[in-house]
């Protein structure tokens, strides 16, 4: 699992460390493990040229003291304060290794800027010094300390001008900009610093492929398919029946005994058709609603609502979310959804995803997904987890409408909602990652990667 703490329970762990070490020792791991992954950057010390941004802060000292480290490897290392009150030690630890502090000299090329103009003390938006000073090192590769300067660190909101990092490399944990959008796309590869912290229950986080496994309905030897669950998909209508394919194709994963299909009888025949093992009305443990429904919709869910068992409400439904509240249910709504949902503006559930995606898990007292590059799934007094497999190349018409039907067959085979919702997310971009293999994919790849994405978490 990766973890992600906000900056106060960050900062309450780094209390009771310090008082445990000697002085400066923190921050001597912080910057030899942040030179370590500058050294693996630029393939070597040697002939490296390398400009520090240096703030008024402890980011400032660790970009000071990687510095001292990658000055004795042989960089170039130039310092450019921009606060008279930078890292003493720091600015007394580089020049002694041999790096020049002052203004940058205008004729330089540099291979690198390590930013360490704020960190997790910084307040967005970045002053105007420090905004000029990216502007001057524009197109020059950052590996930025902690945290890219300028993003929001315990909301992964933007707010202004702020670094653009190839690799960020952070202490102790993860925080959340780290893992939630906009701010998790500005920070390129995310490397973790093992500092020793002890951390508390985090605010956010994702599974890796372990948990995933871990989580996963495995059937035993004693295994049969209504007893591994049985998933019932209401989706798509005259208007749209690829929608009820592609979400029966997703509810077919294998992953629950048995699908069943209710909707428009002509769209009945091509399901029939397409999945000879998905069979009609009857018991269920899972319903999933909604996915190309149009005006049958509301219907569908009322319908699905009284045989009482875990939902998922996507695409059409999701205007009647009302009537899953407080249930066990999965509302998948894309950012455009989730702003009708709560009357908001999409540009703003795009600026403020976390945000939005709690607000949302608060009203409706329902696991709320909000899908992305980056999901999130959301329940009230759990930590929100963020889906970090995937490929922009998933952003393809009908890939949610797998996704609903494999949520849905993950709920019908027994999982809660919440685990539903972030196993089903993760599955879902590892199979459009391996479908996808660096190039386009339509949405029913997704669903026929499923099985063998699953495979592979148990060798
Ligand atoms: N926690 C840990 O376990 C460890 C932490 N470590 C490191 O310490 C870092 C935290 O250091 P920190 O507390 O000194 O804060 P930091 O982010 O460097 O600077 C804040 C200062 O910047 C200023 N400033 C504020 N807003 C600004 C803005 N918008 N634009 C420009 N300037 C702005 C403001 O100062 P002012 O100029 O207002 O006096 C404020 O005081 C952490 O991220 C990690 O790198 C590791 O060494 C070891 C383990
Ligand atoms: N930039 C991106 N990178 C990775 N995945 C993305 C990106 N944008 C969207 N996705 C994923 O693509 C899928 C699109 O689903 P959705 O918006 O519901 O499309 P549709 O309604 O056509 O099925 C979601 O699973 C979403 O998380
Ligand atoms: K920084």
């Given at each position: 699992?990766?973890?992600?703490?906000?900056?106060?329970?960050?900062?309450?762990?780094?209390?009771?460390?310090?008082?445990?070490?000697?002085?400066?020792?923190?921050?001597?791991?912080?910057?030899?493990?942040?030179?370590?992954?500058?050294?693996?950057?630029?393939?070597?010390?040697?002939?490296?040229?390398?400009?520090?941004?240096?703030?008024?802060?402890?980011?400032?000292?660790?970009?000071?003291?990687?510095?001292?480290?990658?000055?004795?490897?042989?960089?170039?290392?130039?310092?450019?304060?921009?606060s008279d009150r930078a890292h003493a030690a720091g600015v007394a630890a580089l020049r002694r290794a041999g790096g020049r502090v002052g203004p940058p000299q205008p004729s330089r090329s540099w291979d690198v800027v390590l930013d360490g103009i704020v960190g997790i003390g910084g307040?967005?938006?970045?002053?105007?010094?420090?905004?000029?000073?990216?502007?001057?090192?524009?197109?020059?590769?950052?590996?930025?300390?902690?945290?890219?300067?300028?993003?929001?660190?315990?909301?992964?909101?933007?707010?202004?001008?702020?670094?653009?990092?190839?690799?960020?490399?952070?202490?102790?944990?993860?925080?959340?900009?780290?893992?939630?959008?906009?701010?998790?796309?500005?920070?390129?590869?995310?490397?973790?610093?093992?500092?020793?912290?002890?951390?508390?229950?985090?605010?956010?986080?994702?599974?890796?492929?372990?948990?995933?496994?871990?989580?996963?309905?495995?059937?035993?030897?004693?295994?049969?398919?209504?007893?591994?669950?049985?998933?019932?998909?209401?989706?798509?209508?005259?208007?749209?029946?690829?929608?009820?394919?592609?979400?029966?194709?997703?509810?077919?994963?294998?992953?629950?005994?048995?699908?069943?299909?209710?909707?428009?009888?002509?769209?009945?025949?091509?399901v029939r058709a397409a999945f000879p093992e998905v069979v009609g009305d009857g018991r269920v443990q899972a319903w999933v609603v909604g996915s190309g429904s149009d005006d049958s919709a509301e219907d569908a869910l009322r319908a699905a609502v009284d045989d009482d068992v875990p939902?998922?409400?996507?695409?059409?439904?999701?205007?009647?979310?009302?009537?899953?509240?407080?249930?066990?249910?999965?509302?998948?709504?894309?950012?455009?959804?989730?702003?009708?949902?709560?009357?908001?503006?999409?540009?703003?559930?795009e600026a403020r995803p976390l945000h939005h995606v709690r607000e949302a898990a608060d009203r409706y007292a329902a696991t709320v997904l909000l899908k992305g590059r980056h999901t999130l799934v959301a329940e009230r007094d759990r930590p929100v987890r963020a889906t970090t497999s995937?490929?922009?190349?998933?952003?393809?018409?009908?890939?949610?409408?797998?996704?609903?039907?494999?949520?849905?067959?993950?709920?019908?085979?027994?999982?809660?909602?919440?685990?539903?919702?972030?196993?089903?997310?993760?599955?879902?971009?590892?199979?459009?990652?391996?479908?996808?293999?660096?190039?386009?994919?339509?949405?029913?790849?997704?669903?026929?990667?499923?099985?063998?994405?699953?495979?592979?978490?148990?060798?």
């Amino acid at each position: 699992m990766i973890r992600a703490h906000t900056v106060e329970q960050v900062r309450e762990a780094e209390a009771t460390l310090l008082a445990q070490l000697p002085e400066g020792a923190l921050m001597q791991r912080a910057a030899y493990g942040l030179a370590h992954a500058v050294l693996d950057l630029l393939g070597g010390g040697y002939g490296r040229r390398v400009l520090l941004l240096v703030g008024s802060g402890d980011n400032g000292g660790d970009a000071l003291y990687a510095g001292a480290v990658l000055a004795r490897r042989g960089a170039y290392v130039e310092a450019w304060l921009l606060s008279d009150r930078a890292h003493a030690a720091g600015v007394a630890a580089l020049r002694r290794a041999g790096g020049r502090v002052g203004p940058p000299q205008p004729s330089r090329s540099w291979d690198v800027v390590l930013d360490g103009i704020v960190g997790i003390g910084g307040r967005p938006p970045l002053r105007d010094d420090a905004a000029a000073a990216l502007e001057a090192v524009a197109g020059v590769p950052v590996v930025a300390v902690d945290i890219p300067s300028g993003v929001d660190v315990d909301t992964g909101e933007l707010a202004g001008p702020h670094v653009s990092a190839a690799v960020t490399v952070t202490f102790g944990t993860h925080k959340i900009a780290h893992l939630v959008d906009p701010a998790a796309a500005e920070c390129g590869v995310v490397h973790l610093v093992d500092i020793g912290l002890d951390l508390p229950e985090p605010a956010l986080e994702a599974l890796q492929p372990a948990d995933v496994a871990a989580l996963l309905p495995v059937p035993g030897g004693q295994a049969q398919k209504y007893a591994r669950g049985v998933v019932g998909v209401r989706a798509g209508s005259a208007a749209y029946p690829g929608a009820a394919l592609l979400s029966v194709a997703g509810a077919a994963s294998g992953l629950a005994g048995m699908v069943r299909f209710v909707g428009d009888p002509t769209v009945q025949d091509r399901v029939r058709a397409a999945f000879p093992e998905v069979v009609g009305d009857g018991r269920v443990q899972a319903w999933v609603v909604g996915s190309g429904s149009d005006d049958s919709a509301e219907d569908a869910l009322r319908a699905a609502v009284d045989d009482d068992v875990p939902l998922v409400v996507d695409a059409d439904a999701l205007a009647f979310a009302d009537l899953a509240s407080g249930r066990p249910a999965v509302l998948t709504p894309h950012a455009g959804e989730l702003a009708a949902m709560l009357g908001a503006d999409r540009a703003a559930v795009e600026a403020r995803p976390l945000h939005h995606v709690r607000e949302a898990a608060d009203r409706y007292a329902a696991t709320v997904l909000l899908k992305g590059r980056h999901t999130l799934v959301a329940e009230r007094d759990r930590p929100v987890r963020a889906t970090t497999s995937g490929t922009p190349w998933l952003a393809t018409a009908g890939a949610g409408d797998v996704l609903g039907g494999l949520v849905g067959a993950l709920l019908a085979a027994g999982l809660a909602p919440y685990d539903a919702a972030s196993v089903g997310s993760w599955l879902h971009g590892a199979a459009a990652t391996f479908a996808s293999r660096g190039g386009p994919i339509v949405a029913g790849d997704v669903a026929r990667a499923l099985p063998v994405v699953t495979a592979a978490l148990h060798p």
